[in-house]
C-alpha cells in the first residue's frame, strides 16, 4: 500500500512567521505531487503542484521536492491568520489504468495574531 | 454553474431511509470520484469512475451505491446507513490523460446519520 505521510499538528506560528510543512511518501516512483489546502467545514483546494527536484515558488508559497528523500515540503512565507487550515499532500499513482490521489492525513496549521 | 456542484449541501436521515447524493461537473472532465471524510480522519477514496466506468471500489459497503449516467453526472445512493456512516462527503472530477490531472472538488454533502 503506497503512504503519504503527514504529521497532523497543529503547527502553530505567529503572523508574519514562515510555516513550514512536511510530507514523506513511500512510493519511490511518485514524479509529482499536490498540495492542498482544506479549510474547515469546505471542500480541499489546490495551492501548488510540484513535479520537478528543487523549489517552485507561487507568491508566498514555495514547494520544495527531494525525491531522493522521498520528501516534499511546503513553505509559506509571512503567514497569515487566513492561511489557518488544514494542508493535503497528495501523490498521484496510475493504478489498472487510471488516475487517482493517495492523501496524506493533512497537517492543521494555526497562525496567530 | 461552474466547477464541481453537490446537492444537497446538508442531509441528515434516518437508518431506514433512502437518499441519494447527488455531483455535476461542468469542467469537461472524464473522470469522476467519490471520497469521504470522517472528522479527523483522512480523505478516504470510495469510488472512481473513468470513462463512465467504475474502475474502483474500495471495500465501500453494499449500502453505498455509486451511478455514473454520464461523464458530468454522478450519484451515491444511500440505504439502511449506520450512524457512523456521517460524514462529508466530497464528489471530485479530473481529465484522465493529462500529465498534471489535478482533482477539482465539490463543496460536499455534510450527511448525518440518526
Known amino acids: 500500500q503506497k503512504e503519504v505521510e503527514q504529521n497532523s499538528g497543529p503547527l502553530s506560528v505567529p503572523e508574519g512567521a514562515i510555516a513550514s510543512l512536511n510530507c514523506t511518501y513511500s512510493?519511490?516512483?511518485?514524479?509529482?505531487f499536490f498540495w492542498y489546502r482544506q479549510y474547515s467545514g469546505k471542500s480541499p483546494e489546490l495551492i501548488m503542484f510540484?513535479?520537478?527536484?528543487g523549489d517552485k515558488e507561487d507568491g508566498r508559497f514555495t514547494a520544495q521536492l527531494n525525491k531522493a528523500s522521498q520528501y516534499v515540503s511546503l513553505l509559506i512565507r509571512d503567514s497569515q491568520p487566513s492561511d489557518s487550515a488544514t494542508y493535503l499532500c497528495?501523490?498521484?499513482?496510475?493504478?489498472?489504468?487510471?488516475?487517482?490521489?493517495?492523501f496524506g492525513a493533512g497537517t492543521r496549521l494555526a497562525v496567530h495574531p | 454553474e461552474t466547477g464541481v456542484t453537490q446537492t444537497p449541501r446538508h442531509l441528515v436521515m434516518g437508518m431506514t431511509n433512502k437518499k441519494s447524493l447527488k455531483c455535476e461537473q461542468h469542467?469537461?472532465?472524464?473522470?469522476m470520484y467519490w471520497y469521504k471524510q470522517s472528522a479527523k480522519k483522512p480523505l478516504e477514496l470510495m469510488f472512481v469512475?473513468?470513462?463512465?466506468?467504475?474502475?474502483e471500489n474500495n471495500s465501500v459497503p453494499s449500502r453505498f451505491s455509486p451511478e455514473c449516467p454520464n461523464s458530468s453526472h454522478l450519484f451515491l445512493h444511500l440505504h439502511t446507513l449506520q450512524p457512523e456512516d456521517s460524514a462529508l462527503y466530497l464528489c471530485?472530477?479530473?481529465?484522465?490523460?493529462?500529465?498534471?490531472?489535478?482533482?477539482?472538488f465539490g463543496p460536499g454533502t455534510r450527511l448525518t446519520v440518526l
Open positions: 469512475y473513468s470513462l463512465e466506468e467504475r474502475v
Open positions: 471530485a472530477s479530473s481529465q484522465e490523460g493529462r500529465f498534471y490531472n489535478e482533482q477539482f
Open positions: 510540484i513535479y520537478s527536484n
Open positions: 512510493d519511490r516512483g511518485s514524479q509529482s
Open positions: 469542467l469537461g472532465h472524464n473522470a
Open positions: 497528495a501523490v498521484p499513482i496510475r493504478s489498472g489504468g487510471y488516475n487517482k490521489l493517495i
